[in-house]
């Protein structure tokens, strides 16, 4: 248990569906980050979230969008994905932006579109 | 551009023996290196940081070494287990953005 809670852990849909998923962290933290892992590939920063305001998003396409409505809660909005954007979706938070400390992650979300 | 290299292939080593994992890295300066470990389908977990300015750090049976010359850092596991078998990433982060950022990780398998 890392105290950061990603929901759901499966999701599978197909490339007309709005989906969403959802993160939570119970450890008091200022920062939130959402990472994209595919196979074999380092793990792809793409947005984070500082005191709930967004400071960082990676060229990400417009398909994916981001919600942070307060600290403890981080969502990303998902729509009209495509098959390459299956792979396993990370949240993480840590105590803030530009300290040493390390990365709580969540269990993750594993996305498949069809 | 900036790269961070983890060894791709899969290392396999005998239980007791100690594995040695190599994280290099180009075009960076980073103001500290972490270590994580991540078992399949779950999130990685944090081990070890080291900073700029530190050579060598150990927690229990792992050790982590940080050469700032040769551009590399070394992740010891002494008296290894099948427990530990999982994959290990490096991550740096730069001292002027503060941003992680991974390598793609070295599938670590002990035998027993």
């Known amino acids: 248990e890392t105290g950061v809670t990603q929901t759901p852990r499966h999701l599978v849909m197909g490339m007309t569906n709005k989906k969403s998923l959802k993160c939570e962290q119970h450890l008091g933290h200022n920062a939130m980050y959402w990472y994209k892992q595919s196979a074999k590939k380092p793990l792809e920063l793409m947005f984070v979230?500082?005191?709930?305001?967004?400071?960082e998003n990676n060229s990400v396409p417009s398909r994916f969008s981001p919600e942070c409505p307060n600290s403890s809660h981080l969502f990303l909005h998902l729509h009209t994905l495509q098959p390459e954007d299956s792979a396993l979706y990370l949240c993480?938070?840590?105590?803030?932006?530009?300290?040493?400390?390390?990365?709580?992650f969540g269990e993750g979300s594993r996305l498949t579109v069809l | 551009s900036q790269k961070i290299e983890q060894n791709s292939e899969a290392l396999n080593i005998q239980e007791g023996k100690t594995a040695t994992l190599t994280c290099n890295y180009t075009?960076?300066?980073?103001?500290?290196l972490q270590w994580y470990r991540q078992d399949p389908g779950r999130g990685p977990v944090f081990l070890l940081l080291i900073r700029e300015n530190e050579k060598e750090k150990r927690k229990e049976r792992l050790k982590v070494t940080f050469d700032t010359t040769l551009k590399q850092s070394l992740f010891h596991i002494t008296a290894s287990q099948p427990a530990d078998s999982a994959t290990y990433l490096c991550a740096l982060a730069s001292s002027n953005t503060g941003k992680l950022i991974f390598g793609q990780g070295t599938t670590l398998q002990v035998k027993p």
């Open positions: 075009n960076y300066s980073p103001a500290y």
């Open positions: 993480a938070s840590s105590q803030g932006l530009r300290n040493t400390g390390e990365l709580f």
């Open positions: 979230y500082s005191l709930e305001e967004r400071v």
